[in-house]
Every structure is written in C-alpha cells, then in structure tokens.
C-alpha cells in the first residue's frame, strides 16, 4: 500500500468517524464502531511512520506491513 492509498484510507475513517458524531448521541453499536475505527486509525498512521522511516533509512518504504492491533494498541500502555 503506498503513501496516497494510506491517506485516503485515513480519510475515509476519519470521514465516517465524523459522521458519527454528528449523529447525535452514540449508540452502543456507535461506540464499538468508533473504537474499530480508532484501532484501523492508530494502523495506517504506524503503517505511514513506518515507511518514512524506512524511507529516510535508505530503504525501500513498500517493505513497511500492518501490524497485528495488539501490538499497535499497545505502545501507549
């Protein structure tokens, strides 16, 4: 997946996010929906820090992967 792919990705995340929100009040389903889509969030953002950091490495960026959401969600804790 190259960079363009990742950001409209994000887009689209944050767009339906926002879409939630101005739903009015959040539902149960709304909610887990939200926190799936702050998980897909959380990896496109490692999954684009991954690449520039292979790209600023001299490497090639296309080497980057997705990682799995347990290792993802767990560099805050």
């Known amino acids: 997946m190259d960079d363009e ?3 409209d990705a994000i887009k689209r995340l944050v767009d339906e996010e926002h879409a ?6 959040a539902t149960d389903d709304d909610r887990a929906r939200l926190r799936e889509l702050n998980v897909s969030l959380d990896q ?3 999954l ?3 690449r520039q950091a292979l790209r600023d490495a ?3 960026p296309d080497a980057a992967h997705s990682r799995p959401t347990d290792e993802v969600e767990s560099y805050l804790q």
């Open 20 to 25: 939630i929100w101005s739903g009015g009040a």
């Open 5 to 7: 792919t990742i950001h």
């Open 58 to 60: 001299g490497e090639n």
């Open 44 to 46: 496109c953002w490692d």
């Open 48 to 50: 684009l820090r991954q």
